[in-house]
């Protein structure tokens, strides 16, 4: 089963961290995704770059708008992400939980849905070898 873990980061407290600390939780990050990945565990893990650099964009009764950053509202932004093969919910978590970055934001776990199964439910056109690329 795939699950994809969410990382949510908190700027200030990420900040806030003693001299040499934020270096050492992603050198514990990257030593546990190596580690999944030559497990075939970790299919996918990506960073975002700081939210300084995001834009928002939405289209509300034909109007678009576009605003630098994410949500203003809230203090956790997503940071990053992992997708990941789990056998459960309870593995998921687990796996979740030895990355470091519960410490300053949230790791969400969330299953993937799978794709083919939704064009089938809708009724869409199986992809092709194309669109795949």
Known sequence: MKFMLLIYIDDEMLDSLPKGRFDEMMRDCLEHADGLHTEGRLIESRMLKRVGTAKSLRVREGKVSVRDGPFAETKEVLGGFNLIEARDYDEAVEIALQFPWAQTGCVEVRPVQDI??????????????????
């Not at 439910?121 to 795949?132: F, H, K, L, M, Y």
């Open 116 to 133: 083919d199964e939704v064009r089938v439910q809708v009724g869409a056109p199986a992809r092709t070898s194309e669109a795949i690329r």
